[in-house]
T-cell receptor, first 109, second 114 residues
Framework: AQRVTQPEKLLSVFKGAPVELKCNYSYSGSPELFWYVQYSRQRLQLLLRHISRESIKGFTADLNKGETSFHLKKPFAQEEDSAMYYCALYSGGYQKVTFGTGTKLQVIP | DAGVTQSPTHLIKTRGQQVTLRCSPISGHKSVSWYQQVLGQGPQFIFQYYEKEERGRGNFPDRFSARQFPNYSSELNVNALLLGDSALYLC?????????????FGPGTRLTVT
């Protein structure tokens, strides 16, 4: 069975500090991983996916198959980064998406 | 385009009743997926439809069913409601099938079962 674990429910950092939101996954196949974000009173939206290897709003995430992790990082947190972040795993063979429980990022001015 | 729309916004039902939730995808999108989000949890995948066919199903009982219409809108039906079905139900659409393609989420329907 596949699983996505986000160990922190809440992560508080000061503005300008580095951010790392942790995501670990369990899946026997070749994973496809995503980060979704939900800002206050807005819809859930895609932030980035590992296959794109892109940086969105200063965030990056690298897939580490050895550690089965897909941590989301940003070198300098901004107040507008405060939001709920979800890590998600797509298992292509079963057309199924598994979301983590989410981490609330709070950037303190 | 208003994006993905869902109706109704809120719904209160009694245990044992049946409910139908509706979703209209972004114009041109042919795939719709449904998720259940219980308070404090991440979204849980229920179904994915593409070109009116079911392409993926999550671990939900047969009380949950869905369909997609020729205009690509979709309905999610839940029969014999239980208290545990109380949740936010999200719909997401994408251009093509396969949930790995970028999905655009709707605002959700808040279902309360009493």
């Amino acid at each position: 069975a596949q699983r996505v674990t986000q160990p922190e429910k809440l992560l508080s950092v000061f503005k300008g500090a580095p951010v790392e939101l942790k995501c670990n996954y369990s899946y026997s196949g070749s994973p496809e991983l995503f980060w979704y974000v939900q800002y206050s009173r807005q819809r859930l939206q895609l932030l980035l996916r590992h296959i794109s290897r892109e940086s969105i709003k200063g965030f990056t995430a690298d897939l580490n198959k050895g550690e089965t992790s897909f941590h989301l990082k940003k070198p300098f947190a901004q107040e507008e980064d405060s939001a709920m972040y979800y890590c998600a795993l797509y298992s292509g063979g079963y057309q199924k998406v598994t979301f983590g429980t989410g981490t609330k990022l709070q950037v303190i001015p | 385009d208003a994006g993905v729309t869902q109706s109704p916004t809120h719904l209160i039902k009694t245990r044992g009743q049946q409910v139908t939730l509706r979703c209209s995808p972004i114009s041109g999108h042919k795939s719709v997926s449904w998720y259940q989000q219980v308070l404090g949890q991440g979204p849980q995948f229920i179904f994915q439809y593409y070109e009116k066919e079911e392409r993926g199903r999550g671990n939900f009982p047969d009380r949950f069913s869905a369909r997609q219409f020729p205009n690509y809108s979709s309905e999610l039906n839940v029969n014999a409601l239980l208290l545990g079905d109380s949740a936010l139900y999200l719909c997401a659409s994408s251009l093509v099938g396969g949930v790995s393609y970028e999905q655009y989420f709707g605002p959700g329907t808040r279902l309360t079962v009493t």
